[in-house]
């Protein structure tokens, strides 16, 4: 089946620095890739859809200038935290949408951002 | 964005037993698609069942089914033969039909109670 790899699976930064996480579709091209953020106990919150070669659509109240996303390929997206704070510290989960299996999301295993 | 609600933010069922989780959502579109979801621990997204908006019937997977009332935007699962296994949490999903658009539910946690 369609694999999405996500790295790193947990990263620790302090306060400042930036984070990049990458997001690769292993076995087919994802010309839509879905970047969300999870809380302890809490559901997926959809933070911007990326399209590959165009900007990302960020939903309201998500800071584009701090969660940088770029898909310049069809099999990797990148979510870039830029100078992280300790209230970004949270579980970041990236999909993406195969058109060739009958409209279907695979997701990465997650990345645990935890900032200092 | 999407509205899915999920009503239950908790469950349990004896294992062996039934349950049924619900899901309603708010769309304007006509053509889209729903997912339930499980997360288990682990955290890793693992797809549980997919229904076509477009499709009447409901979309059975092994001990997996749904109830898609299209006109009242309701896509409850229920899972039969519950095993330990299927605890987890358990989340609801629209998208859009330009697939640009992909949305969870509040999610429910179902414990299987041995």
């Known amino acids: 089946g369609a694999v999405v790899s996500q790295h790193p699976s947990r990263v620790i930064c302090k306060s400042g620095t930036s984070v990049k996480i990458e997001c690769r579709s292993l076995d087919f091209q994802a010309t839509t890739m879905f970047w969300y953020r999870q809380f302890p106990k809490q559901s997926l919150m959809l933070m911007a859809t990326?399209?590959?070669?165009?900007?990302?659509?960020?939903e309201q109240g998500v800071e584009k200038d701090k969660f940088l996303i770029n898909h310049a390929s069809l099999t990797l997206s990148t979510l870039t935290v830029t100078s992280a704070h300790p209230e970004d510290s949270s579980f970041y989960i990236c999909?993406?949408?195969?058109?060739?299996?009958?409209?279907?999301?695979?997701f990465g295993s997650g990345t645990q951002l935890s900032v200092l | 964005a999407q509205t899915v609600t999920q009503s239950q933010p908790e469950m349990s069922v004896q294992e062996a037993e039934t349950v049924t989780l619900s899901c309603t959502y708010d769309?304007?579109?006509?053509?889209?698609?729903l997912f339930w979801y499980k997360q288990p621990p682990s955290r890793q997204m693992i797809l549980v069942i997919r229904q076509e908006a477009y499709k009447q019937q409901n979309a059975t997977e092994n001990r997996f089914s749904v109830n898609f009332q299209k006109a009242a935007k309701s896509f409850s699962l229920k899972i039969s033969d519950s095993q330990l296994g299927d605890t987890a949490m358990y989340f609801c999903a629209f998208m859009g039909n330009t697939g640009n658009q992909f949305y969870f539910g509040t999610g429910t946690s179902l414990t299987v109670i041995p």
């Open positions: 769309t304007s579109e006509n053509n889209y698609y």
């Open positions: 999909s993406a949408r195969d058109p060739g299996t009958d409209e279907k999301l695979f």
């Open positions: 990326s399209n590959e070669g165009s900007k990302a659509t960020y």
